[in-house]
């Protein structure tokens, strides 16, 4: 770096910010090349220690949110009676917003949860992220592992 001049540092750091500004308007996500949707998919499974733990009352919700911002879900997936590993898909199908659409940034959780009722986490929930949150809608290779009891 010390052979950078102050103008190179600069333009660097400009085109970062324009990245990150893009992704967060989402000019920069990517979409499932079939249809050309932004998705989010993936797979959740739960932690070895916590699997004697799931119920067969459980609902396992997948929720897509902004990682700032207010906590109210972009978009959520609810699946009744879940196996594990449990797949899911997230489209614009499921978002809960009017106006709104899976694109810029986002975070990506799931939780297994014990009155099946939308909301935020209780006792007794148990509750995983996605490693790499923040992180674009566009993917099938999501990966979250329930690991957290609430």
């Given amino acids: 770096m010390a ?11 400009t085109i970062i910010g324009l990245a990150a500004l893009a992704a967060w308007l989402g000019l920069a996500h ?14 959740v499974t739960i932690a070895p220690n916590l699997a004697d ?13 902004r990682p700032q911002g207010p ?6 997936k609810r699946i009744d009676h879940p196996t594990f590993p449990a797949s899911f898909e997230i489209t614009n199908a499921d978002v809960m917003v009017e106006g709104s659409e899976l694109r810029g940034m986002v975070d990506i959780v799931a939780r297994l949860d014990r009155d099946g009722q939308a909301g935020p986490a ?8 996605y490693a790499k949150n923040p992180t674009l809608p566009g993917g ?9 009891v609430k």
């Fill in 71 to 76: 906590p109210r879900p972009i978009a959520a």
């Fill in 122 to 129: 209780q006792p007794g929930d148990i509750e995983g992220r």
């Fill in 53 to 65: 733990q799931v119920k067969p009352t459980d609902v396992l919700f997948v929720i897509v949110k």
């Fill in 3 to 13: 052979g950078m001049s102050g103008q190179a540092l600069g333009m660097a750091g």
């Fill in 140 to 148: 099938r290779d999501f990966e979250i592992v329930l690991d957290s």
């Fill in 30 to 43: 990517s979409c499932d090349p079939a249809t050309g949707e932004p998705v989010v998919a993936g797979r």
